[in-house]
């Protein structure tokens, strides 16, 4: 499991670096994994795509908290979308985790194929039961939601700008995105 030193780093490597790691969710006995797909990095106030350009609010205050914490949020009135923290405390940062693949449940002793798509953030986190009930616990077991190594290496990972974030101005050219493209 990455503990949260894995986590009190530059968001951008963070968010390269959890591509092809497993994510794993916990609930009602049930154990859901997949190989973390997709990612976006949201760095500091300076960013104005990040949610904490604004300041610190109710909202965004786990983002000033130490990495490793998971950051829930809803959008559209209808989409829970999955960050994780990163950097140390007083740095707002989180990776928007945007997609998994090769998703898979626990079944009779073995990991098996879920007929879900997780293709996408509101896809992800219908598809693997998390929710705001999530919002500022750590990245653990404990919690229901945790990362781990997987030994899969990324064999080629395209960079691109964010999606959705036209409002930011010159932010939303950043190259911040990181996508599996050949595992």
């Known amino acids: 499991m990455l503990d949260k030193d894995f986590f009190i780093r530059d968001t951008r490597l963070v ?4 591509l092809g790691k497993y994510l794993y969710r916990k609930i009602d006995g049930k154990l859901f994994r997949g190989i ?3 990612t976006e990095a949201y760095h500091g106030k300076d ?12 909202r965004t205050g786990v983002m ?4 490793g914490k998971i950051y829930v949020y809803l959008i559209y009135g209808m989409y829970d979308m999955l960050n994780f923290t990163t950097m140390p405390e007083g740095f707002p940062a989180a990776v928007l985790i945007r997609g998994v693949m090769r998703a898979q449940i626990f079944q009779d002793g073995k990991f098996v194929s879920l007929d879900m798509k997780t293709d996408g953030p509101g896809k992800l986190t219908r598809g693997f039961r998390i929710t705001r009930t999530l919002n500022r616990k750590p990245l653990h ?7 781990e190594e997987s030994g899969i290496v990324p064999a080629e990972i395209i960079q691109t700008p964010r999606i959705g974030v036209d409002y930011a ?3 939303k050219h950043k190259p911040w995105r990181y996508l599996v493209k050949k595992l």
């Open 141 to 147: 077991q404990s919690s229901g939601l945790w990362v």
């Open 15 to 18: 968010a390269k670096e959890l």
């Open 47 to 58: 960013d104005s795509a990040c949610h904490c350009s604004k300041g610190k609010t109710a």
């Open 169 to 171: 101005g010159e932010w």
């Open 36 to 38: 973390i797909s997709e």
């Open 64 to 67: 000033f908290e130490e990495g």
